[in-house]
């Protein structure tokens, strides 16, 4: 029998859909900001204005998508594999362990161009390594991924802190992080970019990570529609018994997935360690990783939907440091409850205006829905 | 005369570019049952949504009982007294029969009342229809038949005076089947209106009084049961004159193919699933195997295609051995010549949510011809489908149209034409004709025929009995997991009945 619903056009499912949860998002969101006594309708001039309002402000949101992008990415390619990778914070912080230890093995004798792809490979390697040991739990003993990447956070943060505290820090330094990066370790800016556009930038961390995240974002789009190994991990995230049936080795292919995971959530580290504070200090991730499960789910796993979806939670973080710093009356804490709001609508409650919507569709456009409108959103 | 129970106007439903039902009208007398046979993807189930409020017509109009009847939601259809038994149940397995049937009924926020009244409400509907059965068994440890019978339940709790059936012999044994026939005969009797949706033409002529023909979308004829034939109502299905037997030229057997000896399966439980199986299918035969569903058959087909482990025995493949009981690869099967239908083509033969040409090579996606290096080589994998398409006449013929909305019949085409285009040695076949019309069947038929003609090895697993009989050389019987007996093509539906039911008799009639 036919699916009991009617199938949404691509174009109310990709773009209806995310600006109706975004819309009630801010509508709840600006309830919070007249609960405090303040003007949501200025504050969310002030934080789209802090947001982009400048080219300083243009600058660090595009930083800050960098991280969501790679860690949207991470999250997308494990849900292809119907594994719920909890874990890029932690595979964030471990990754940029190996971009550190490239940095300071490299900084004195390389160029940054040739320190970049040693830094690059480190940050995969070491990310990856830390999903592995989920991975294979999951593989071989069914230890439920969500648990044991949750965990694994955990581990990572305190492993890191020993690290940096009794091994990495040099003993001339009061603060828990290694040496700050030669030249040879530091990651050109890209404020020029923005320049170009006839906007002034003063100084910001936008650096040339970002364009590896968008080189990211279209290798991961090749690799899911494009390769073989991208066709394994779909059919297994689709039905693990036809998997099976296609001889798809399940162990297999959970643990290359969330290698590939591991590995993207790694490199999140690029951006913050090598392209803007030159060094690795404590709790440099600041929840990029799980911002990373918002924006993979608000970007539908798609990459054409994970770049512009970081690029909002980008906005989100830049434009409410600004709002926190405007208004009074808005604490820091009080940004988080916006973003958490967001998360909340646009990742969590993803589905909660679905079934209306569809019900609409099939009332209004009868036409419109159904199996033309119905192609696999792939390609 | 009173209103009719249902009438459609004019009712008229489009897809995209799918014209799903054209300008319907029909007219349901009230206390009757009433026939719907078409073939899959000719607007059946679109229709009955319609009816159920899953779907909102795009024109027309439905009167239900003579009153004009806005039917937006399942809720709506129930309030109007139409119920709905589905082709796939929708019941919660670890709940009790009285569980399941006040879910969404419950009435009140503790249960303890509300059940106490649905036992007895259930205790009137048993003893008014003959619908036995226990009210506080687990779902799961009832048979098909049971759980069937639930679902009528549900939908009489309910206050159903209007009852659809979707293709609800799809997975019963023939004693299940006339037992079926018997309560809608009852439940007619009581004033109850039945719309039974089939593919059968038997079903149709044992127990309706009038029949309806759907094609492409259109309602092409109404029929008095007494006053039709089998044949025209064939005819009228599927627009040409159809073969309801398979001509099949006599058998000319050649090597051992496949083997199987001493094989014995037990599931996660260790319940004994396959009991010391050994059977032979050589080139050019096709071994059926006869069954009432749940005797061991999937566990059968699973093991020897490398899905299941075998906890002992073997199977050898043209000779050679294949590693049943640790590290049989499906993948390296396939290599080595075997292919496999597998029963459940939704989870298992078939990916859904793909496109059509990605599902045309699951499981021969490693091969060369569809790559360039790691990459899907897309051109070479569509112009592959495409061609399938044609030559398995799959509808619609459109290769990137999402798997999920292809008909059953034309998804198990799917899943024939890539397992068949391989021109593979052996042949795995399960269930190749459940849920699948009378048009496709007789194709499906005929392809694997085709096959054996050609010297494949086909071993075919089946619970239709007409099928197995009319495709098989030589038919196997298994029952609680072991081959109780084989026999010739010209084995009576007494014998094979009587086999099935196991030789002691213990499982007649359910």
Redesign the interface.
Known sequence: ??????KLPAWADYGLIPLINLTVAFIVAGLVVLLVGENPLRAAVILVDGALGRGQAIAYTLYYATSFIFTGLAVAVAFHCSLFNIGGEGQAYVGGLGVALACLAFDRVFPWWLTFPIAIAGAAVFGAAWALIPAYLQARRGSHIVITTIMFNFIAASLMVYLLVNVLKPPTLQAPSTRTFLEGGQLPKLNFMIEAMGLSVRSSPFNVSFLLALLAAFLVW?LIW???????I??RG??P??A??????EARIIIVTMLISGALAGMMALNPVMGDQNRLQIDFVTGAGFVGIAVALMGRSHPAGIVPAAILFGMLYQGGAELAFEMPGISRDMIVIIQGLVILFAGALEHMFRPSLQ?LF??VR???????????G?V | MAHAAIELKGID??????HANRNISLTIPAGTIHGIIGENGAGK??LM?ILYG?????RGEIFVKGERAAI??SSDAIARGIGMV???FMLVHNFTVLENVILGAEGEPLLKTSIAKARSELNRLERDYGLEVDPDAIIEDLPVGLQQRVEILKALYRGAEILIL?EPTGVLTPAEADHLFRILLQLKEEGKTIVLITHKLREIMAVTDNVSVMRQGALVATRKTAETTVEELAELMVGRRVLLRVEKSPVSAGDVLLSVRNLTVRDSRGVTMVDDVSFDVRAGEIVGIAGVAGNGQTELLETI???REAASGSVFLAGRPVAVTGGA??????ERGMA?V?E?RH?????????EN?NAI??Y??QKKY?KG???D?DAIRQDAREKIEKYDIR?ADC???T??FSGGNQQKIVLSREMEQDPDVLIVGQPTRGVDVGAIEFIHRRLVEMRDKGKAVLLVSVELDEIRSLSDRILVMFSGRIVGERGPDATEGELGLLMAGVEGKEAAA
């Not at chain 1, 029998?1 to 009617?6: F, G, I, Q, T």
């Not at chain 1, 099976?244 to 080795?249: D, E, L, T």
């Not at chain 2, 899953?54 to 795009?58: E, G, I, K, L, P």
């Not at chain 2, 690869?329 to 396939?334: G, K």
């Open positions: 029998m036919s699916a009991p619903y009617a090749v494009r390769t073989r190994l991208g066709y394994e779909r059919t689709h039905s018994k036809a099976r049936y296609a001889g798809i080795g019900t099939a009332t009868p036409a419109s829905v159904g199996a033309k409108a119905e192609r696999a792939g | 439903k489009s897809f995209g570019s799918v189930s679109t949504s899953f779907y909102q017509a795009d937006l939601s589905h082709q796939h979707d295609t490398g899905i690869d499906p993948a390296d099967l396939r496999h597998p459940d989870h298992m033969g078939l990916v859904l949510p793909f496109e990605e699951l499981g996606h490693r790559l790691p990459f899907l897309i619609p990137r149209l999402k999920a909305n």
